[in-house]
């Protein structure tokens, strides 16, 4: 029978942040999840996904086995885990997908980044790619899941290849990391001072983590968040009260402050001699970077408008390119669904293969004691072309029955005609 892929799903379109952070899995936690999917329910090919912004399981069984509520006991048995015993509360925030078509499209969907929060994020696919190796890790990864996810990979490159989807920073944070690179031009290692650890300056940090940029400092006035977030990303820690000297020293400096008054002005910076550039970038609304101080010499000032623009310019890009991508994802799907019908009737392929080479092989033998070593050659060359077509037009269609639905009828009736139960599936010795 085809192993039926399924999927729940609690992303930042179905849930708030506060639900998102309860439910989020570590590396550990997604581990020994998976292994009290396969204990309790017998899944196979099991894929957890879990970010800042969705956690997700796939997984695969057979029809026979299939309950009609197991997408709903699996994301119970998800909040027990994770403490939530009060399961009933969180239920509604998860989307399950049943269908086996809904399922994989979902996926191939999430993994070019049709559902991530910035649209065409680029950070998804390794998520996925992650998470595929801890199911390899753990032999839950068998040939329907490998073959899904090359499929989608091969699929995000063409995406990345043949449109504007991944083109330019589409968010602001990100517009402002690459905003970095433009500016600094030869200097490899930039000095980048982070003031303010919000949502936004969270978000940079997490950016500019990606872009392997090292010579990072974090400021904030709470401490314990500066300290959280610099030993999650290996980054340096500075102490508020020396935010000028801080400045003095830093190459870029990304401010995100919530204030009234803006936190840098000329006053501040006073006496501050640039020997070369040194750039602000101001996220802030209201403005932590007084406008004045782009007045001092060698000192550059982006607002966030400047920032919005491009991120607003590469957002228009992407979804532009959306059609396309969408093209391509359902052309690779369609292309996927053939091959996982085919799997179906592959065991009864091998096993019609073996039960025609059996007796091919037992004809051969009456006869291979009267036959020259030449002789024996020659028959055996000659009847193994025969069995090649004998099998061609069976072969065809059942593949042809896969694709209209009907594989499960020929299977019968090549079981009776050739009493196939009693054939193993294992791939024959012989290709034909």
């Not at 570590?26 to 581990?31: P, T, W, Y």
């Not at 408008?305 to 228009?316: F, M, Q, S």
Request: net charge negative; glycine share 4%.
């Amino acid at each position: 029978m085809l192993e039926t892929f399924k999927s729940i799903s609690l992303s930042h379109k179905t849930a708030p942040l506060r639900v998102r952070e309860l439910i989020a899995l570590s590396e550990d936690e997604a581990k020994h999840l998976m292994l009290r999917l396969r204990d309790f329910f017998g899944l196979s090919d099991v894929l957890v996904v879990s970010t800042c912004n969705r956690t997700e399981i796939y997984y695969a069984l057979d029809q026979a086995s299939i309950g009609s509520n197991l997408n709903t006991e699996i994301a119970r048995l998800l909040l027990i885990e994770k403490g939530l015993t009060d399961t009933d509360q969180y239920l509604p925030y998860f989307q399950f997908f049943d269908v086996h078509t809904d399922a994989v499209t979902h996926l191939f969907e999430v993994c070019v980044g049709l559902h991530s929060q910035v649209v065409g994020d680029m950070q998804i696919p390794n998520q996925v790619k992650q998470a595929y190796q801890w199911s390899a890790d753990l032999g839950m990864a068998g040939p329907f899941l490998h073959r899904l996810m090359h499929t989608i990979f091969f699929t995000n490159k063409r995406v990345a290849q043949e449109t504007p989807f991944r083109d330019g920073a589409a968010s602001v944070s990100y517009a402002a990391v690459e905003l970095i690179e433009e500016l600094v031009g030869n200097n490899q290692n930039p000095s980048v001072l982070v003031i303010g650890l919000g949502e936004i300056g969270a978000d940079v940090c997490l950016n500019l983590q990606d872009r392997n940029l090292k010579n990072i400092t974090l400021c904030n006035r709470t401490q314990a968040k500066t300290e959280a977030l610099a030993e999650k990303y290996g980054f340096r820690v500075a102490d508020f009260a020396n935010l000028t000297d801080e400045i003095r020293q830093a190459d870029v400096i990304i401010s995100s402050v919530m204030r009234d008054e803006p936190l840098i002005t000329p006053t501040l910076l006073q006496g501050l001699n640039v020997l070369t550039y040194k750039y602000f970038i101001d996220l802030s609304v209201p403005r932590s970077v007084d406008a004045a101080v782009e007045q001092i010499p060698g000192v550059l000032v982006y607002n966030i408008d400047h920032i919005r623009n491009r991120a607003d310019e590469a957002l228009n890009q992407r979804m532009a390119a959306i059609p396309q991508v969408e093209a391509i994802v359902a052309q690779a799907v369609a292309e996927f669904s053939d091959w996982s019908k085919e799997m179906v009737v592959s065991p009864t392929i091998n096993k019609l293969k073996n039960a025609l080479e059996q007796i091919r092989k037992e004809e051969i033998a009456r006869h291979m004691k009267h036959l020259t070593p030449d002789e024996s050659e020659k028959v055996d060359k000659i009847t193994r072309g025969i069995m090649q077509k004998i099998i061609k037009l069976p072969v065809l269609q059942l593949k042809a029955a896969c694709k209209r639905g009907e594989a499960e009828t020929l299977i019968d009736v090549l079981n009776d005609l050739f009493d196939l139960e009693k054939h193993t599936a294992d791939d024959p010795k012989h290709s034909y």
